[in-house]
Every structure is written in C-alpha cells, then in structure tokens.
C-alpha cells in the first residue's frame, strides 16, 4: 500500500515536470491558489461552506469510477482496497475540512470527512449506468464529453442559482454564472489528435472561427437558466449580467486561441499564467487575443496545409 502512495507521488511529479514547473514550485503555487480561491468564495457569500463541501466531494467522485476500482481490487486484497480508497479521500478533502475548521464550521467539516469514507463504498458507473443525453450530438466533441463529465457541477450551479433567489443573494447568482462559464471552459483544455483538426475542409481562420461560434452557442444554452432567473429576479443588475456573460465569452475566446495555438500539444505553463493575468486584468485581452489567434493560424496550418 505504501508503494502504491509512493509511486502516486512520483506521477504528480512527472506531471507537474511535464507541464514546466519543479515539482517543489508547483506544489507552492497550488497551495496559494487553493487558499485564494477558498478567501474569496467565502468573502462572496454565506452559503460557501456548503458549496466547498459540495466541491471537496466532487473531487473525490472522481476516484469513484468503477474502471478504476476494479483495477484496484485486482492489485490489491479487499483490506488494502479499502484503506487505499479510504486514505485516497481523506488525502483529498483534507485541505477543504482544514480550512473549513479555520472558518469555525466545525459541523460542516466533520459531515465532509464522514462523506469522503462513505463515498469509498460508492461506484458511480455502476449505480448511474445510463448515458446522459445531451443537446450537443450535431458537434463533436468538446461539449458532448464535457458535459458529461461535468453534468453534477451544472446541476450544483442550477441548486445555487435557486439559492440565490430564495435568499434574494445577487452575488451567490453570480457565483453560479461563473461557475458555468469556468466549466464550459474547462471544456477546451484538453487536446484532440490531429486527424480530428485535419478532416475539417476549412481554412485555419474558418476553423477558429467554427470553434468559437459552436463553443458560443452551446454554452448559451447552459448559461441561460441562470441568466434569466438573475434577470427576472433581480433586473436592476441586468447590466451586470450582461457584463459577466460578456467577460466569459471573451475569456473562451482566450481559451479556445490558447488551445490551438499550442496544438497539437496541449495548453502548457505559460499559455496558463498568461490567461490567468486576463482574468486579473481583463484589458490585456486586447493584446493577448490577437497573439493566441495568430499562433493558433500557425499551428493549424502544420496540420492542414494541404488544404489552404
């Protein structure tokens, strides 16, 4: 069992290794991001503890694929099997129920500890074993996949706008807003093979430009529940929610560009950093765009110059 940590260790290593960052580095950085994050979700509303549980738990459902523990059981006796699993969730919710106790939810934080040894003896594929249909079908792939990987995250977005009005919270709704746009987003980070690029019969800037309207439409559909129940709740900050769905929509941009102007790579380290100060300083996006998008015609055309 020890090993099995150890060698865990070794692969988060190579990891951070293969993205550009010292693994000593890395884990700094992942600390200062962790702890900004959870100051600024609990300085926006008074429901953050709840929804850092809530994301403390997703974490470890992802440790919960049936494919996964049936690997793991044919490697290790039904004992260390479960103290694997057990030490796998306690290891992942730890920072979350630390913080939660620096904030004073000492219930809150013993419910999630409780929750991550419970959901060892839960195996999500075989307990939801159906296929989640989707309004994306048409145009693969992004959206298709992601949302399916992210389908509880939407649902927990929904549960938060609801929230929002019932407690009459503009900000928590916000939240919500963000939140969507971030996983929608999220979508784009990883990379397709260069056959999938390849048998679109599109020039460089046509394909972008296909990108983007799909990724537009399609995270329209999953922002709009939100919108609309900000806008008939609270329609004195329409304007903010035009404002917000407008940053998001430039931000994607921003993503897609990055995407593809590393291809076939994926988005490394500084592609990263440089994203993350557009969302502290929005205005160099102005000069960011049109880099990524210039790079990203490059790129495409290693891949398909036979058909410009």
């Known amino acids: 069992m020890l090993y099995y940590f150890s060698l865990q260790f070794r692969l988060v290593n190579r990891h951070l290794k293969d993205f550009g960052l010292q693994p000593a580095v890395g884990y700094i950085l992942a600390y200062?991001?962790?702890?900004?994050?959870?100051?600024?979700?609990?300085?926006?509303?008074?429901?953050?503890?709840?929804?850092?549980?809530?994301?403390?738990?997703?974490?470890?459902?992802?440790?919960?694929?049936?494919?996964?523990?049936?690997?793991?059981?044919s490697c290790f006796s039904?004992?260390?099997?479960?103290?694997?699993?057990?030490?796998?969730?306690?290891?992942?919710?730890l920072p979350f129920a630390v913080f939660l106790l620096f904030q004073s939810l000492f219930l809150v934080s013993a419910f999630l500890l409780f929750s991550s040894v419970l959901m060892v003896f839960i195996n999500f594929n075989q307990t939801l074993n159906f296929t989640i249909p989707t309004?994306?079908?048409k145009k693969p792939f992004e959206f298709t996949t992601g949302f399916r990987n992210t389908f509880f995250l939407i649902i927990f977005a929904y549960f938060l706008t609801i929230m929002s009005v019932t407690t009459g919270n503009f900000n928590l709704g916000i939240f919500a807003l963000i939140l969507v746009l971030f996983i929608c987003m999220s979508y784009y980070t990883n990379s397709e093979t260069g056959y999938y690029v390849?048998?679109?019969?599109?020039?460089?800037?046509?394909?972008?430009?296909?990108?983007?309207?799909?990724?537009y439409s399609y995270a329209s559909m999953l922002c709009l529940p939100v919108c609309l129940a900000?806008?008939?709740?609270?329609?004195?900050?329409?304007?903010?929610?035009a404002g917000f769905i407008s940053l998001g929509y430039l931000?994607?941009?921003?993503?897609?560009?990055?995407?593809?102007?590393?291809?076939?790579?994926?988005?490394?380290l500084p592609q990263f950093l440089i994203i993350a100060f557009c969302i502290s300083f929005p205005p160099l996006l102005l000069g960011v765009i049109?880099?990524?998008?210039?790079?990203?015609?490059?790129?495409l055309r290693n891949i398909q110059h036979d058909k410009n």
């Open 32 to 73: 200062l991001t962790f702890t900004g994050l959870s100051v600024f979700l609990f300085m926006r509303t008074e429901f953050a503890g709840y929804i850092y549980a809530a994301i403390a738990l997703s974490f470890t459902g992802r440790l919960s694929e049936s494919a996964r523990n049936r690997f793991l059981k």
């Open 78 to 93: 039904a004992r260390d099997f479960y103290r694997i699993r057990v030490l796998e969730n306690m290891l992942v919710v």
């Open 135 to 137: 309004p994306f079908y």
């Open 198 to 215: 390849w048998i679109f019969s599109l020039s460089p800037g046509k394909f972008l430009w296909h990108k983007i309207r799909i990724a």
């Open 230 to 241: 900000l806008s008939v709740f609270f329609p004195s900050n329409a304007a903010a929610i």
């Open 251 to 268: 931000y994607m941009v921003v993503v897609i560009l990055a995407k593809y102007s590393a291809f076939p790579d994926k988005i490394n």
């Open 290 to 299: 049109p880099n990524f998008y210039s790079k990203s015609i490059n790129s």
